[in-house]
């Protein structure tokens, strides 16, 4: 009888993924075929791999060589608890962005449908084989894959210039990260020529190597993640993207990045010194403040977003960071907490931020509009998405009882036990760093609430919003399931930690899994409950509880009469939507607190002025600071260059004979 | 979880709701008193509770589901936080459910949700105090988590429960890193109850009102939901003070002697902190909005501060 492990299960997948995708381009242009049969088909697939990932999850490693690739050089898999943690969140999350695309596509949108099928499909099979390869040749073919695929789906309206140039810098910086990564590798080999992640964890890496090889892939990954100063692709493409894709990219692909580093730094390059991990923390904590103060002052719903991935990247740096503090000090339990923190907001963020792509995708389409300053008021026309939007909101500013906020405790928590670091003054330096992550998490409400405000509260801004119509069922479904899945996740820590804790064990040796689970399900301790303890479910139960009673009682007692009049405003007579605040408003307080942050163009009203207006343009100071002078210096010196080429034969020749003639001096035996 | 333990906990939550709205009336006679004017009854709160529950909710056109639910989800997160704060005895059955960090979070979860029932109608000052209160949580947030974390490294726990058993029961030290955590606590409890210097919870000059700004639109059962849910908080602060820094008093355990005291010096404690509030009000002017940025900074610095001390000078006990 032939029975299929877990690995073969996912290889299957990965091929019905690609098959599916192939399927479209049999009939590009119909949309029901592919919209409701092959994209809820990849929904199930991305189910089945979720659920392998979920059942593999505490068993031991399992390796497959595939008879593709180049001769003596086949691919090689490997599944194991920490790639399964990553197959867990693409599957599960697949599901619901899957299913809501079923609803997303439209006639005449840039690519016809069958061919974003296609690039669809074959983007997620090229994530589960980068989280699948076991050795450098497969990664990097897989990675590429998965770059070009999204490059293709990114620039799906390729029609307008600017999405054009969104894609090139996104397919530019990606290949940057790609050759550091490959390099990294190199370094690992050790000139072993053994491109095998086996032979890679053999070898003997000097401290010197090693630590090259981690920082190339701190810069080849941290660009494919967006973190600084390589973020400036993600609040570029993902705005273009359909959101589907935004959504997907944002949710899984900056994941595969996160898992790139903790399978080098952990795995593969050998044992971490303590100063990568304060590079990590670094590099994590600009990227986070960064991400969410540009978060905050965004007129573009979808951008506000791309800044958020950005920020959530930068925590899970800090994480990453602070796991390898601890982990070179030796101090297992207290990197296992952290390294579940990173590993909880991989989860979380992941499907937390799907659900508010996806959300935002709903809007574009009932709207077609994205810029803040011309939505409003659409709880009114569309309280599905703005519903499920607000639990996405609340997750995404880190609050209780939802996701964001566990692996946020978790973090803190870790940042609190590091006064006992064995180092003079990382022990007084790190626990500041927590400072810094409570300025992010707190500044992290402000940008969401600035986004539902904005475009779910208050009165329409424009007239035609009057004709926005609610998400469709399969959107609706899609969006169901994430809210739920950031739900689960915000209620049941224990359970979720006690999955993930195979992956922790895994890369440290310790777990979390025996402490959390010695006491009862509902409860969270990591370490002890005189220590810290969260009771989610309680949490939540206790609100609710505490809200419907006083609801039940005050209709007892007095009495539950309702009239409706129009809004009292202080008898303010001008109440058009032209007096609530706008997006640029309401992040006034952020521009002008952290006015040195940022680059402003504005325009001021004067009293003089015809038809007065004020306008202010936000612009992100690192094309300032470094990409306009390396621009300028890569064109300086092509124009250097280009002084060679005269354009006479007999000018060619001299350089020929000259070349010879210093070959010969060179060269001479 | 004992019998008796559940019975104090419903106990503290009743005393919570009971006393809440006699808190903000004392403060108020008292500022009434030292600024010269004649103050009014002591249970002047009560009698607008009352009358606020009897009236018709006025709702705005504009007014979505999410307005109407906002009053008891935030009434219910103050609950909630009065529940975990040890008021009486450190025996609470709730306790574990959220440390001081989560209760943290239950506060921003408050703040966010009236943030987002204030900008629901779509009016200018809605939207304006919504803002004005998020910035004010940003500000703040990070200090109360500096606050805590210091506590918290001294008690070796982020549940108040063990704070309060550590700082009251264990040893007696004086830390001098708490005296920054105090003085910083106290700008963050005046930022985030709306007192002066940050907001004038009896301003009438809309351009000025951060919390008031938020709830013109409320009516009715709504109004008096938030005004106590309000209350509440103003007593879960001071509760939450008084644990960190002056927890003689709370008993450990339910012994009855113990909580029969306990309950006296709550309220003398109440009573002396609302009367520095309301004298530390008096003698201060609202500052504008973009001054508060400094004061809180300025309560974040010296909540980094205590922290440092903490880390630096104190040797780990």
Redesign the interface.
Known sequence: MLTLLPIDVLLISACTWLAIGVTGLAAPHNLRFVGKFLFPLGALVGLLAGLTALEFLGASPEVAVLAIGLPNLPFHLRLDNLTAVFVLLLGFTTVGISIFAAGYFRKGEGTAPGLQCLQYHFFLASMLLVLLADDAYAFMVAWEGMALSSFFLVTADHRHAEIRRAGYLYLLIAHVGAIAILLSFGVMTSGSGDYTFDGMRAQAHTPFWASLAYLLALAGFGAKAGLLPLHVWLPEAHPAAPSPVSAMMSGVMLKTAIYGLLRVSFDLAGAPQWWWGVVAMGIGLATAVFGVLYSAVQSDMKRLLAYSSIENIGLLAVGLGLTLIFHSYGMEILAALTLTAVFYHCLAHAVFKSLLFLCTGSVLHATRERSLGKLGGLIHRMPWVAWLALVGVIASAGLPPLSGFVSEWLLLQGFLFSPGLPHPWLNMVVPVAAAVVALVAALAGFAMVKFFGIVFLGQMREPALKDARDAGPWERVGLVWLAGLTLLLGVLPSTVIGLIDAATRQLLGTGLADKVDAHSWWMLAPISPARASYEPLIFLATIVAAALIGRALVRRLYHGRMRRTPAWDCGYIFRGPRAQDTAEGFSQPIRRIFEPMFRMERHFPTSRDAQPYYSVKVGDRFWYWLYLPLVRLVNGVSTLITGLQGGRIAIYLLYSFLTLIVLLLVARP | MSISGLFWQIFAIVMALALAPLLTGWVNQCRAWLQNRSAPPLLQPYYMLHKL??K???????A???FRSVP??V???M??AC?IIPTLSTDLP?A????T??LV??F??A??FI??AA??????????G???E??V???A??AL??VI?TT??IS????VV?IVETLAHRDFVIYPSLAFAGIAFTFVSFAENARVPIDNPATHL?LTMIHEAMI??YS??HL??IEWAASLKLYAYSCLGLALFFPWGIAEGNSIGGLLLAIPVLLAKLTVGGGLLAVIETINAKVRI?RA?EFLGTA?LL??LG??VR??LET?V
């Open positions: 529950f009897h018709d909710v006025v709702l705005a056109h504009g979505s589901t999410l008891v989800a009434f219910g997160c609950l909630l529940a709730f574990p459910a959220a440390d960090i989560a979070g239950v921003s979860l703040r966010i943030s987002l900008m629901d109608v779509g009016t200018s000052f809605g939207a304006l919504g803002r004005r998020m910035l949580g940003f500000l947030e990070p988590l500096m974390f918290a490294m070796q726990s982020t549940s063990t809309e013109l639109e009715g059962r008096a939901l973009f940025p974040f909540a980094v922290l440092l880390l630096m780990r």
